[in-house]
């Protein structure tokens, strides 16, 4: 049995809840879509759950992978995911075994072959101005220090604006463009001032991933709610979290965080919720120090990340995050967490 999907979070983005696959009624479709190239997933419920991925070249582009199988939540509150039939495409067979991590019909994020896969669940476009805090998706070893985008989409003016900071403490301003947009069936396009096509997928509930299609880089992220927003208070992401680890090199983490008026511990797990190290103290803490934002910064040991916080994904907390100082230097990690 080899591992084909494996999905990771950590401190940084977001993941599963088995409250959207317990229902014994009737059944329930949840899809999702991002991007690297093209990935197409769907979620069935209730028992036996049911997936199909599909893989494509481009936008509207080859077919290159397509398999069904059966997926069970583990106590970890991770998907195991079984591959059953490979319709189309080579590299995985029946009975290989991935892991995936799901906010149902929110976001969906995987691994494959190390690297992460964030997901949407697809919907419709804004109809006003809406605004996203996002980070990037690290290629691994030799990866440039994160930037942090915010993201302001206005439908009426058919235009997108990003403002790019350094995500040293307090936020600096680095640049800052408006590009014009188009937007149909949840999936916003644009051309960047270098000339290089983005598309992002959006989901009605908040969740964005955007990709680069000319040199392939991901940033994903959480929408900010309407503004005033009130600053995080200390017990604002108590609770118990699962997470993913990713660095695009080596093979996932898996993780359990436990927070309480912003002190925490945390440490690797299996699919079953057992721990598979020691576990580690941190706390998090607030930085409002960036005009409407929403982040929380940690230290763990000599590594430093940063979150994108959003506090009511299906009534649960969120946080998606990368690391912004580590040793060695250039080999940046994403999480994702979710609580419990």
């Not at 893989?55 to 939540?73: E, F, H, I, R």
């Not at 691994?111 to 690290?138: A, E, K, S, Y």
């Not at 307090?170 to 408006?178: E, I, N, V």
Request: charged share 10%; aromatic share 8%; glycine share 10%.
């Amino acid at each position: 049995m080899k591992h084909w999907i494996t999905g990771t979070v950590a401190v940084a983005a977001l993941l599963t809840g088995c409250g959207g696959h317990d229902s014994p009624s009737a059944s329930t479709e949840s899809h999702y879509r991002g991007p690297g190239s093209v990935w197409d997933v769907t979620l069935n419920t209730p028992a036996p759950n049911t997936f199909n991925i599909k893989k494509y070249s481009a936008p509207n582009g080859t077919l290159l992978l397509d398999v069904d199988g059966n997926y069970t939540v583990k106590p970890s509150n991770l998907l195991e995911m079984t591959a059953t039939t490979v319709n189309t495409g080579s590299g995985v067979s029946p009975g290989d075994v991935g892991i995936g991590l799901e906010a149902p019909d929110y976001a969906l994020f995987m691994d494959f072959g190390g690297q992460l896969i964030p997901m949407v669940h697809l919907g419709t476009c804004p109809t006003v101005l809406t605004r996203w805090n996002t980070l990037p998706v690290t290629q691994g070893t030799g990866s440039p220090t994160p930037r942090l985008r915010q993201v302001s989409y206005d439908p009426s003016a058919g235009t997108i604006s990003i403002a790019a900071y350094d995500t040293t403490s307090p936020f600096s301003y680095l640049s800052g463009s408006s590009y014009n947009a188009s937007c149909a069936n949840g999936v916003i396009t644009f051309t960047n001032g270098s000339g290089e096509s983005i598309e992002g997928y959006l989901s009605p509930s908040g969740a964005f991933v955007a990709r680069n299609l000319n040199n392939g880089g991901i940033f994903y992220g959480v929408r900010l709610p309407a503004a005033p927003i009130p600053a995080l208070a200390p017990n604002d992401l108590d609770g118990t979290y699962t997470g993913m680890q990713f660095d695009g090199i080596n093979a996932p983490s898996y993780i359990k965080m436990t927070c309480a008026s912003n002190s925490c511990t945390g440490s690797k797990i299996d699919v079953d919720d057992n721990a598979t190290s020691p576990a580690q103290g941190f706390t998090l803490i607030a930085d409002p120090t960036l005009p409407n934002a929403r982040y929380v910064r940690t230290t763990v040991g000599s590594d430093s990340a940063i979150c994108t916080v959003d506090l009511n994904v299906n009534g649960k907390h969120l946080l998606d995050c990368v690391e912004i100082a580590v040793t060695p230097p250039g080999s940046y990690k994403n999480f994702v967490l979710y609580q419990r």
